[in-house]
């Protein structure tokens, strides 16, 4: 069951504000009437629990986004387990314990559509959750995700609190990694087109086959859905939050070849992983609610280039 849920006049806690997907909801909300509360690292380090208590007893959220959380592509997430697991779950158990133990009136925690068994059938459904083996390059993150999942159901279970799970597909634009060993492909690419165009080269490298199938969704597109969802949405299973087609890589690539200008040939690098073969999500839930994305893949990469170029381009 559904219910109106209004922000307007509180005060709201966007927890990794400094990221990708916190930058946008903090712009998100700029045309909310709420007050938006942040805390940098230097003054909140989340994986400490006495912090976040101290810190949210004495600033009071009422409503948390809960998008703090170590991130990266496919190479960081099988390179670096502890922090995909434990950093991931202190930060997640942190923030939602605390936001039970100080009555915050509704909490939404972001997670991932890696949470979903490697080869659960396409498009994926909600209830597809623990139903077979994780993707083992993000197990570990995926792992901690749906810990996130279950601690707001067992809160709202057994207290009743309003805390919800949004499950996000793959994620580009302002504000992104562009770090070739830790991003995510798509800034990946950005980078390596770009100057590949630069140099006048006549390859570049892909890694993989270039045949996987992603999903890409505009963080500011995310951004709106969560606060559609903050207010809109109020139910004990996590929530599919995507584009609703996908892409092969090769087909990203080719994308951002085109905007960028890079006119040359991919090499691809199987040495490098694939990761699961396909993960497009099944967004009828939150599409019969009434929100879809307005943002166009090619759209999107314009303004990601466009953003890149401005704020990280060396
Ligand atoms: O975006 P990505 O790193 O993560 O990789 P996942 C997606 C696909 O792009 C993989 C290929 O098949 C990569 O091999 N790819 C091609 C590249 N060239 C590149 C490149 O230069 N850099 C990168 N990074 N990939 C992540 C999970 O999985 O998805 C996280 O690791 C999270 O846990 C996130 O769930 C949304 O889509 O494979």
């Known amino acids: 069951m559904t219910k109106t849920f209004d922000i307007s006049g509180k005060r709201v806690w966007v927890a990794g504000h400094r990221g990708m997907v916190g930058s946008a909801i903090v712009r998100r909300l700029a045309s909310e009437n709420c007050t938006v509360l942040t805390a940098t690292r ?21 409503v948390v986004f809960d998008a703090a959380a170590v991130v990266g592509g496919i190479l960081a997430n099988s390179t670096r387990p502890t922090e995909f697991l434990t950093d991931n779950l202190e930060i997640q158990s942190n923030i939602i ?13 972001l ?43 067992a809160y709202r279970r057994a ?6 799970s949004a499950m996000p597909t793959n994620l580009y634009g302002p504000g ?39 999903e890409f969704l505009h963080v500011d597109d995310l951004a709106d859905a969560c606060v559609f969802l903050m207010k809109n949405y109020s139910e004990d299973q996590h929530i599919n939050v995507g584009y ?7 087909q990203a690539a080719e994308t951002v070849a085109r905007v960028v200008g890079f006119k040359g040939e991919f090499i691809y690098d199987t040495s490098k992983p694939d990761g699961t073969p396909r993960k497009l999500m099944d967004c009828s839930r939150l599409n019969n609610l009434g929100w879809r994305p307005s943002i166009t893949f090619e759209q999107g990469i314009a303004h990601a280039y466009d953003w890149f170029l401005k704020h990280a381009a060396q």
């Open 176 to 214: 992104d990694n562009f770090d070739l060993q830790s991003s995510h492909v798509l800034p990946a690419l950005i980078v390596k087109a770009h100057h590949a165009k630069l140099a006048g080269d006549k390859t570049m490298t892909i890694w993989g086959s270039g045949k996987p199938l992603r």
């Open 97 to 109: 314990a605390t936001a039970h133990k100080i009555g915050v009136k509704k909490l939404m925690f």
């Open 42 to 62: 230097a003054e909140l380090n989340l994986t400490r629990q006495a912090d976040v208590e101290r810190w949210m007893e004495t600033h009071k959220p009422e």
């Open 111 to 153: 997670g991932s559509s890696c949470i979903y068994p490697r080869l659960a059938p396409q498009p994926l459904h909600e209830d597809s959750l623990l139903t077979g083996p994780l993707e083992p390059t993000n197990q570990w993150y995926a792992i901690a995700k749906i810990a996130g999942i279950m601690q707001c159901q």
């Open 244 to 250: 609703g087609s996908d892409v092969t890589i090769r």
């Open 159 to 164: 207290n009743g609190d309003d805390f919800i």
